[in-house]
């Protein structure tokens, strides 16, 4: 069981927590790509995959180009 200030932790809660957890990721993600002065140039939730074990992934990199 999960446990917050003695309380359980509800199922929106923890959907909250995964939302955070997957925009954290995905900026990171595109972070990245950026620093190897890469542009996605559509990026959307399309292209967002998440793995069974939570991952979140960029994907759709076809159009992708250097910037500059």
Known sequence: RM????G???A????QQ????DVLQS????SALHEAALLHRDLGPS???VTP?????VAGLA????AG
């Open 12 to 15: 929106r809660e923890i959907e």
């Open 27 to 30: 900026a990171r993600a595109v």
């Open 18 to 21: 995964r939302a955070s957890i």
């Open 3 to 6: 446990f917050s200030r003695g």
């Open 53 to 57: 074990g939570g991952r979140v992934l």
């Open 47 to 49: 292209a967002l995959l």
């Open 63 to 66: 159009l992708a180009r250097l």
């Open 8 to 10: 359980r932790i509800g």
